[in-house]
Structure formats: structure tokens, C-alpha cells
């Protein structure tokens, strides 16, 4: 049986085609399973206050403490290794405790829609990046701002307590919203009253990360 060389050929640069075609594919899907890390990285991570050398390193039963914003205005839980509780509404519970001599806050934030913008289970964050506007952190603070480019969550992690301010929707028309006003700390109904609250970091986060 002979062959006709142009038959073989053919099959030749079929065969070229083909591979050439499986080997873009095969960089396609590597190139999208970087992206889809580098996403991930870009919008998880975990905080912590770094000082290990610290009373609150070396104090490992220190009382979980919330202080609002900056303004000096306190939560403390009485006995120490007790977490501070808060009902966030919506089903939704913002922890802090202490452990290991550090602060460690959990939560679920969502917006008015219900829909989740960020998620902190014992400092390990994720931000839904389709949620969000932007977002910005640095090893011991994370800022989440909403579609509409609000600050709905700020915190930082000092030596033996938590600074934060946060808009917490249930999904329909409420929510909590610890927030400072001057040199008070508030905390009460999510409503129109609520002042925005300044940022921390700087923005755009592609410009000013950290």
C-alpha cells in the first residue's frame, strides 16, 4: 500500500495544528489558574499586630477589648479569655476574643442587598472583590469599601485591643453601625443619619496598597 505524499502532508500539519492548538489551550488554562491565585492573594490575607516581644505576647489571658475608631471610647470584656459579642443583625455575629496574645475578629459583612462583601474568621480575611469597590490592608489593618465606594469596615490591630468601625447590613433596610464621632464612640441602628466614615489607607489600593 502506498502512501500519497500529499495526503501525508496534510496529516503532518493536521497533526502540527492540532498540537499547536492543545499546547495554547494548556497555557491558556495555566495563565487563568494564575490569574485566579493572584486574585486570590490580592483579596485575602491575614492580620496580625506583629509584636511579639510585646505585654500582649506575653499576657495570653488579656480581656478582649474594642476600642471604636480611635476615640479612646473602650469596650472591654470582664473576664478575660470571654469573647466581646455583637449582634450584627441579619444573623450575622462580630467577634472578638482573645487568643494566643493577640485580638481575633470574625465576622460576615454584607450589603444592603444581602449579598456578602467580606468574611474574618480569627483574622483571616477574604474580600468578594464583585462586592466591593476597592479594599486596602496592611499586616495589621483592613479597610473594605462597598459597590457604592462607602468605608462599610476599618480595623487595626494595636497592642491589646481592636480599633474598628463598620456598617453591618441585615439585607433589607437595617443594621448595626459602630462608628466614632469625634471623640465618642457610637454604636447604634444603621440609618441616614450615620456619617461616612474616613478612610485609613489611601486609594486607589493598585496605587497605594498598604
Known sequence: MSWNPGLIT???????VVGGLLTGWGQY????????????????????????????RQNKKMPSKLE????????????PGHP??????????LKIESEDGEMKVSTTLRDSDGSVVAELINNEWQVNHNGSFDRNYTKDALEVRDKSGDVVLQ?????DRVQLQGKFYDGREGGLAIYQRGSSGVIGPLGPDVPRIGPLLMYPSALHLG
Not at 38 to 50: I, M, V
Not at 155 to 159: D, I, Q, S, T
Open 10 to 16: 496534510f496529516i503532518g500539519a493536521v497533526i502540527i
Open 29 to 56: 488554562l495555566q495563565y487563568q489558574q494564575r490569574q485566579a491565585a493572584e486574585e486570590l492573594k490580592r483579596n485575602a490575607g491575614k492580620l496580625s499586630n506583629g509584636e511579639k516581644g510585646s505585654s500582649a
Open 68 to 79: 471604636i475608631g480611635n476615640s479612646t471610647s473602650i469596650l472591654r470584656q470582664a473576664q
Open 84 to 93: 466581646l459579642l455583637f449582634n450584627t443583625s441579619g444573623g450575622n455575629v
Open 155 to 159: 480595623l487595626k490591630l494595636v497592642e
